[in-house]
């Protein structure tokens, strides 16, 4: 059974920092591509970075570059996302996917992080 759980969100001041975790099983994770999604409320989910199979392509949404940086430890089959210098403009709903072509997609249930003071 494919799982993806994301975990560490939550409630953060503008300029504060956080990491999000994304902890999988069921799949060959070494194989797949990880990115993480949001999705702000009453917006469209948006690509915010990615990471490939073996970690050595990173990419980022121009609105977090610099800010937030992408990783993955593959014998943990865990990707995380670390945010610093946090803008209320980041809260959202934060999911992990995981894609492989000619492989089905997966996506995790999602955590929430919020930037408000």
């Known amino acids: 059974q494919v799982q993806l759980v994301e975990s560490g969100g939550g409630l953060v001041q503008p300029g504060g920092s956080l990491r999000i975790s994304c902890t999988t099983s069921?799949?060959?994770?070494?194989?797949?591509?990880m990115n993480w999604h949001r999705q702000a409320p009453g917006k469209e989910r948006e690509l915010v970075a990615s990471?490939?199979?073996?970690?050595?392509?990173?990419s980022y949404a121009d609105s977090v570059k610099g800010r937030f940086t992408i990783s993955r430890d593959n014998a943990k089959n865990t990707v995380w996302l670390q945010m610093n210098s946090l803008k209320p403009e980041d809260t959202g709903i934060y999911y992990c996917?995981?894609?492989?072509?000619?492989?089905?997609?997966?996506w995790g249930q999602g955590t929430q992080v919020t930037v408000s003071s």
């Open positions: 069921g799949f060959s994770f070494s194989r797949y591509v």
């Open positions: 990471i490939s199979s073996a970690g050595d392509s990173l």
């Open positions: 996917v995981a894609l492989r072509l000619n492989s089905l997609t997966y």
